[in-house]
């Protein structure tokens, strides 16, 4: 059987801490060919942990080893990075979000359709066995046309201490844009991916631009800190549907909550834990799911359906085209706010 040749341009936590480790576990159809990092040490201490074979300093030399890559740098290289691998005739699995401005994820997917190469994105959560049930459910009309989402994406004093995380030139953003976008994304993959129309945004980071802050994940900065730590907003879609979003990385608040419900027509269900409510028989029902202990963790299945994309044997779960709606909504909220109006989209 033909095995994918994977490449990981950066070398850091996350691609060490997921990528790498289920590529491993999928050794009978995709190998690591070769690993590249600024940081050389990082590379090579990386290729060592996980017997990779080759190391490069520049990521375009990686390209020559290799049938795909996964980007695992700070969101600002993203598009940069995809646009050389795609050009080169390399698949592409990118980490989230996208890219940092619609204009960037536009170039990509026009890059990708251009060598025909494949485009994805790690919006890991649609991985997890909740969503599954969840997305099941929803295609089945098991709650019938569904009417508003609510998303909370809510840590209590867990803003990263380590990486760039805080940085806005490199990243971005905060909350919404290393946090929030997984719940985001979910919800408008259970949705079918409604078409935004109008974006209410707000913004906030004083409580970590205050000093003398207890923080869970180690320290940061308070004077240079300059991305938001909470996010609320309300997007409304062309078909009627609304979304209450709010996401934090240090919330006041009791404690961590990862929270995503759809109420329906017919009925209603939640996906962290997976629950479905629904009227019948005249009577009020709740219904849960046990999810099978062992279930392996969402990165693996994720990896899966990437390199099984790349070998012609699956559909992409994670398309292009509904990362960039994600971007979307994530810089018209940063725009609502920065304005202090809502955004209305084409």
């Given at each position: 059987?033909?095995?994918?040749?994977?490449?990981?341009?950066?070398?850091?936590?996350?691609?060490?801490?997921?990528?790498?480790?289920?590529?491993?576990?999928?050794?009978?159809?995709?190998?690591?060919?070769?690993?590249?990092?600024?940081?050389?040490?990082?590379?090579?201490?990386?290729?060592?942990?996980?017997?990779?074979?080759?190391?490069?300093?520049?990521?375009?030399?990686?390209?020559?080893?290799?049938?795909?890559?996964?980007?695992?740098?700070?969101?600002?290289?993203?598009?940069?990075?995809?646009?050389?691998?795609?050009?080169?005739?390399?698949?592409?699995?990118?980490?989230?979000?996208?890219?940092?401005?619609?204009?960037?994820?536009?170039?990509?997917?026009?890059?990708?359709?251009?060598?025909?190469?494949?485009?994805?994105?790690?919006?890991?959560?649609?991985?997890?066995?909740?969503?599954?049930?969840?997305?099941?459910?929803?295609?089945?009309?098991?709650?019938?046309?569904?009417?508003?989402?609510?998303?909370?994406?809510?840590?209590?004093?867990k803003v990263p201490g380590w990486g760039v995380f805080t940085n806005k030139d490199l990243q971005g953003g905060g909350s919404l844009i290393d946090f929030g976008c997984h719940l985001l994304d979910l919800a408008l993959w259970l949705l079918d991916d409604p078409k935004p129309v109008e974006v209410m945004g707000k913004t906030y980071d004083r409580l970590s631009k205050t000093p003398g802050q207890v923080n869970d994940?180690?320290?940061?900065?308070?004077?240079?800190?300059?991305?938001?730590?909470?996010?609320?907003?309300?997007?409304?879609?062309?078909?009627?549907?609304?979304?209450?979003?709010?996401?934090?990385?240090?919330?006041?608040?009791?404690?961590?909550?990862?929270?995503?419900?759809?109420?329906?027509?017919?009925?209603?269900?939640?996906?962290?834990?997976?629950?479905?409510?629904?009227?019948?028989?005249?009577?009020?029902?709740?219904?849960?799911?046990?999810?099978?202990?062992?279930?392996?963790?969402?990165?693996?299945?994720?990896?899966?359906?990437?390199?099984?994309?790349?070998?012609?044997?699956?559909?992409?779960?994670?398309?292009?085209?509904?990362?960039?709606?994600?971007?979307?909504?994530?810089?018209?909220?940063?725009?609502?706010?920065?304005?202090?109006?809502?955004?209305?989209?084409?």
């Amino acid at each position: 059987m033909t095995r994918l040749k994977m490449g990981i341009i950066g070398a850091g936590g996350i691609a060490q801490g997921r990528h790498i480790p289920s590529f491993q576990q999928l050794e009978d159809s995709v190998v690591l060919t070769a690993v590249q990092d600024l940081n050389k040490d990082r590379a090579e201490e990386a290729a060592s942990l996980f017997d990779i074979p080759h190391v490069f300093e520049n990521y375009e030399d990686l390209f020559q080893k290799v049938d795909a890559v996964t980007i695992c740098t700070p969101n600002k290289f993203h598009a940069e990075i995809a646009i050389a691998a795609l050009n080169a005739g390399v698949h592409v699995l990118c980490e989230k979000p996208m890219a940092i401005t619609t204009e960037e994820c536009t170039r990509m997917i026009a890059a990708a359709k251009k060598n025909d190469r494949l485009l994805s994105i790690g919006y890991h959560y649609r991985f997890t066995p909740e969503a599954q049930l969840a997305k099941k459910a929803m295609d089945n009309q098991e709650i019938g046309d569904p009417l508003v989402t609510r998303v909370q994406a809510m840590r209590r004093r867990k803003v990263p201490g380590w990486g760039v995380f805080t940085n806005k030139d490199l990243q971005g953003g905060g909350s919404l844009i290393d946090f929030g976008c997984h719940l985001l994304d979910l919800a408008l993959w259970l949705l079918d991916d409604p078409k935004p129309v109008e974006v209410m945004g707000k913004t906030y980071d004083r409580l970590s631009k205050t000093p003398g802050q207890v923080n869970d994940w180690g320290a940061f900065d308070h004077e240079t800190f300059d991305v938001d730590d909470h996010v609320t907003s309300y997007i409304t879609f062309d078909n009627g549907l609304s979304l209450q979003f709010e996401c934090s990385w240090a919330a006041n608040i009791k404690d961590d909550d990862t929270k995503l419900s759809i109420s329906g027509v017919d009925g209603g269900l939640s996906v962290y834990p997976f629950e479905l409510y629904q009227a019948k028989y005249g009577a009020l029902w709740d219904s849960s799911a046990k999810i099978r202990e062992g279930e392996p963790k969402p990165g693996l299945y994720q990896a899966k359906n990437f390199v099984d994309s790349c070998l012609g044997q699956d559909e992409l779960i994670v398309k292009p085209e509904q990362a960039l709606q994600v971007t979307k909504l994530m810089e018209a909220i940063y725009l609502s706010s920065e304005t202090g109006t809502s955004v209305k989209l084409d």
